[in-house]
């Protein structure tokens, strides 16, 4: 077992499970169900927060850290509020913390799993310009918590060697990757090998840029429903809200629209999603750390209400193409 006590804590931008899978293969445990196991809970429990106290003991790293990392996302978290890597996130489902994703470059330099891989909307790293994995290119099994070790695959390749694939910047991907990360990685904008993607040119991150990190997911996630993803795209429905391809269109639909309000177009939105839609610009606007979440949120959401019961509607968000931001 290593030595330092270093190693024991939580790393910068790592996330809970990634942790504890860490501590698992440095100890030469049989990975996370062997811990889960210890727990008494089943191989399909999601670790989170309130497994902290028992996993602190084993490994060494404090409590409210390992808790933070881990998150309160379990169901008793509803009541009071789900949080992750220390931000608070309005949706479980923001997360996906049961199909877990890699880049393998990460992997191989820094030897460690990152918490913005855990958000859905995170599908690609800025630091190395690549799409994350989240299939195994030997087995084609999807990459499992519940794997031997922290770099291995369940049929035991190492991810580190994965081909990873790669984007050449600026895209929206890797600018949204990189609003994600500098949230819950301390210094990942000094960390990022790629430039020109702090998103200027992307109209969803000019948007998002002022914005709390609960408060932005919860915008471009009002703004895909909006324009009624996922049935968008000749009606071809994405079935695994996890999926790297799901992250991907609710980004490009959110940006679509962000891109077409500031340039004054006239906007023809499908409302059938309009309970998600106002319930999500709601929860922007209330959870909103400063008055620009505020004035974002709750202007997008009046053009919304003001779209009435009809099902199809054309009209300009004025109000919102008038914002300096545009
Ligand atoms: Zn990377
Ligand atoms: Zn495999």
Redesign the pocket.
């Known amino acids: 077992m290593a030595g330092t006590s270093v190693l024991l804590t939580v790393r910068p931008g790592e996330s809970g499970q990634g942790y504890v899978l860490r501590m698992a293969s440095e100890n030469g445990l049989r990975g996370l169900p062997f811990v889960k196991s210890g727990l008494g809970r089943s191989r399909f429990h999601t670790l989170d927060a309130d497994d902290a106290a028992r996993i602190s003991k084993w490994f060494g790293a404090p409590e409210g850290e390992l808790a933070e990392a881990l998150g309160h996302i379990s169901r008793d978290a509803a009541k009071t509020g789900f949080s992750y890597a220390g931000q608070e996130i309005g949706r479980s489902y923001f997360l996906n913390r049961g199909r877990p994703r890699v880049?393998p470059?990460?992997m191989s330099q820094h030897g460690f799993c990152r918490a913005e891989w855990d958000f859905v909307l995170v599908v690609a790293?800025p630091?190395?310009a690549?799409l994350l994995a989240d299939r195994c290119p030997v087995c084609d099994k999807a990459v499992d918590w519940n794997r031997p070790s922290l770099t291995a695959c369940q049929c035991y390749s190492d991810l580190r060697g994965w081909k990873a694939q790669s984007v050449v910047p600026p895209t929206l991907e890797l600018a949204f990757a990189q609003w994600v990360s500098a949230f819950v990685t301390p210094g990942a904008r000094d960390e990022a090998a790629v430039e020109n993607t702090d998103g200027a040119g992307f109209a969803l991150l000019r948007l998002l840029r002022p914005l709390s990190l609960g408060a932005g997911l919860s915008l471009t996630y009002a703004l895909a429903s909006a324009c009624q993803y996922p049935l968008s795209g000749g009606g071809q429905r994405v079935k695994k809200k996890t999926s790297l391809l799901h992250g991907r269109q609710v980004l490009q639909a959110a940006d679509r629209l962000v891109q077409r309000i500031a340039q004054g177009e006239r906007i023809e939105l499908r409302v059938s999603q309009r309970p998600v839609t106002v319930a999500l610009l709601s929860e922007a606007m209330t959870k909103a750390t400063c008055p620009e979440d505020r004035s974002i949120a709750l202007s997008i959401l009046g053009s919304v209400l003001r779209q009435g019961g009809r099902t199809k509607w054309s009209g300009q968000y004025g109000q919102l193409s008038q914002l300096p931001l545009f």
């Open positions: 880049c470059r990460c790293c630091r190395h690549c």
